[in-house]
Structure formats: C-alpha cells, structure tokens
Nanobody, 120 residues
C-alpha cells in the first residue's frame, strides 16, 4: 500500500470553494486515484476518479462543480471543489487503487480523511 494524507478540508459557506490535496508516500503513476466521501448516516460514496491516463469521472451531483487532477511529479492528487453546497458536507477520503481492471468496489487503501463542512 501507499500511504495517503489528505488536507485542505475545513468550514466554508455555501457557494464557496475548497481544494483538497492527497499526498502519497511514493509514486502513484500507475494507480487509479479517487476521492470518496462519507456523510453522517450514509455509506461512503465515490465522488471522482482519475486514471493513470488522466481520464476522469464524477458522481452526478458534483459534475461541473468538482475537478479531480493529479500531479505525478509531486505524488499528489487534488480535488478542486467549487460552488459548494451543504449536501457536500462529509469526510473526504483519498483512495489509491493499484488494480488494472475496472471495478465498483473500492480498493482498501485510504487516507485518514479530511472534514469538509458547508454551511447554508
């Protein structure tokens, strides 16, 4: 596994922006990287994903507002979050997946999470 450390969360008003960072302990060049979130009383859900080729995908509710990116030279993945809504409130987790095939099941390699709270 690669160690992951998320940062950038905090308290923000609705309509505001945050940029989350996920710093990896070593190269993530070959990894499928993702951001997940878990809101109170809900299961963890996939928010955004980026392949080693740079292809991205998003959960419908964040599409057009969030952007996932990666900087392999810095071993870092980002999640730019704009136009934040109260329903975006959750703990956001970074995920690194070394598998070479697509699956809906997340790989068990997570950071510690960073809290994002959006006030109305």
């Amino acid at each position: 596994q690669v160690q992951l450390v998320e940062s950038g969360g905090g308290l923000v008003q609705a309509g505001g922006s945050l940029r989350l960072s996920c710093a990896a302990s070593r190269s993530i060049f070959s990894y499928l990287m993702g951001w997940y979130r878990q809101a109170p009383g809900k299961q963890r859900e996939l928010v955004a994903r980026i392949t080693r080729h740079g292809s991205t995908s998003y959960e419908d509710s964040v599409k057009g507002r969030f952007t996932i990116s990666r900087d392999n030279a810095k071993n870092t993945v980002y999640l730019q979050m704009n136009s934040l809504k109260p329903e975006d409130t959750a703990v956001y987790y970074c995920n690194a997946d070394p598998r070479l095939y697509y699956t809906d099941t997340p790989y068990d390699n997570w950071g510690q999470g960073t809290q994002v709270t959006v006030s109305s």
